[in-house]
């Protein structure tokens, strides 16, 4: 069985939740505390042994690839002064195999998918989307990781899932399970691309994460744009699983939605009471907003 060593990371979304801030600048760089969103995915990556990343990125994303180049004017500067922290930092963005595309009309994920086709050749590889995070803190197993040992057992495309409120299945694509093979391992029936919560088959939930067999790519040029009027990567998946076995995968770490305001606050305070150099003090800080905002509640009900 061939490894899965490459990924494809979508990045040509225009960020429009996140605007004015994404007016100039790619929502995959928005930070968490420190670190743009992108490169917690291009790590998870390369923990989960990934060597070859390649990022399917549109206009105004020239941010992102400046992230991942060398910049030697920084680095001289940081050494001369020592600054041995800091540039290791710098140099570490700089050490990975990653390649752009560029998809020129935003026309879907499936769509952007696609663009990869070349770059990825008759191979099994992984797709990370930038919105999702998960074990930002290193406390549990990497997702992709996850998936990708499950491919190695099953040789089958596999995405990964998890259980949401049902009045959120609106905004994923949901899967309607059939059995459940090995704990947290299903057979579905269908996938469907973000049903009314009154359609939706199950709770089950895709969160950005799959591993794929190449033939997924012939069912993606054939793929009629569906919901939204774009190429669904939902509705190839769900044709691919009528000719080869797609399995869902139910991860049950943390994961963090960075692709809406409120998510991505929420992890910028997740992730700042485990950052050393902010650790402490906003912990003080959360404890003393509670205490007053617990005071303001009980002196509107009185
Ligand atoms: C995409 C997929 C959807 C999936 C979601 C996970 O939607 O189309 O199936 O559940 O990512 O974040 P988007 O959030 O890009 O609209």
Request: hydrophobic share 35%.
């Amino acid at each position: 069985m061939k490894q899965v060593r490459k990924a494809i990371i979508p990045a040509a979304g225009l960020g429009t939740r996140f605007l004015p801030a994404t007016k100039a600048l790619a929502k995959e760089m928005l930070p968490i505390v420190d670190k743009p969103t992108i490169q917690f995915i291009v790590e998870e990556a390369r923990k989960s042994g990934i060597e070859d990343i390649v990022v399917v990125d549109g206009k105004n994303k020239r941010s992102i690839e400046d992230h991942f180049d060398s910049n030697p004017e920084l680095e001289d500067n940081l050494r001369a002064k020592h600054k041995d922290e800091m540039l290791k930092l710098v140099e570490e963005t700089t050490d990975i195999n990653i390649y752009f595309i560029r998809q020129s009309h935003p026309r879907g994920l499936g769509d952007a998918v696609l663009t990869a086709r070349d770059f990825i050749g008759d191979e099994p590889f992984v797709v990370m989307l930038g919105d999702d995070l998960n074990n930002i803190n290193n406390n549990g197993n990497a997702l992709t990781k996850e998936l990708i040992d499950s491919y190695h057992q099953t040789g089958a495309s596999t995405l990964a899932v998890m259980r949401v409120p049902h009045e959120d299945t609106a905004k994923y694509g949901v899967i309607n399970p059939s059995a459940e093979v090995e704990k947290g391992l299903y057979n579905v029936t269908n996938f469907v691309e973000k049903p009314d919560p009154k359609d939706a088959p199950s709770d089950l939930a895709i969160i950005g994460r799959y591993v794929f067999t190449p033939e997924i790519f012939d069912v993606l040029a054939k793929t009629k744009p569906g919901k939204g009027g774009e190429i669904q990567l939902t509705d190839a998946i769900n044709t691919l699983n009528k000719t080869q076995r797609v399995f869902a995968h139910e991860y049950t770490g943390d994961r963090y939605d960075v692709g809406n305001k409120f998510g991505w606050i929420q992890t910028n305070i997740e992730y700042g009471l485990q950052h050393p150099q902010t650790k402490d003090e906003l912990r003080e800080y959360i404890k003393n907003l509670g205490a007053k905002l617990s005071a303001e509640d009980q002196k509107k009900t009185k």
